[in-house]
């Protein structure tokens, strides 16, 4: 069993910053790559930003130069550090995570998304 949880959302002025965080627990022998996307009303989930194991990170357009994504792999944790918001970052975030578990077992975990509301 795997436990996918964000935590940071939330309602912020345009221009302003939230950090997302994002624990992983459960029966989990190594994480691989570990991620954010982010669905707005009305349009389909998009990745935000990808970090791999071994740091390398990638951003969509969008978020480029505003959104910075890190991970502290003893604490199976993968953080989205989100400044200058705009009205169209909008959107419910998602967790995904690339996982090895004890078992053997090769998968793909979502978390239950955490809102974030950008006013104007």
């Known amino acids: 069993q795997v436990q996918v949880v964000e935590s940071g959302g939330g309602l912020v002025q345009a221009g302003g910053s939230l950090r997302l965080s994002c624990v992983v627990s459960?029966?989990?022998?190594?994480?691989?790559?570990m991620g954010w996307y982010r669905q707005a009303p009305g349009k389909q989930r998009e990745l935000v930003a990808h970090i791999f194991s071994g740091g390398i990170t990638n951003y969509a357009d969008s978020v480029k130069g505003r959104f910075a994504i890190s991970r502290d792999n003893a604490k199976n944790t993968v953080y989205l550090q989100m400044n200058s918001l705009k009205s169209e970052d909008t959107a419910v975030y998602y967790c995904n995570v690339d996982l090895m578990s004890v078992r053997g077992t090769r998968s793909t975990y979502w978390g239950q998304g955490t809102p974030v509301t950008v006013s104007s």
């Open positions: 459960g029966s989990i022998r190594s994480i691989f790559t």
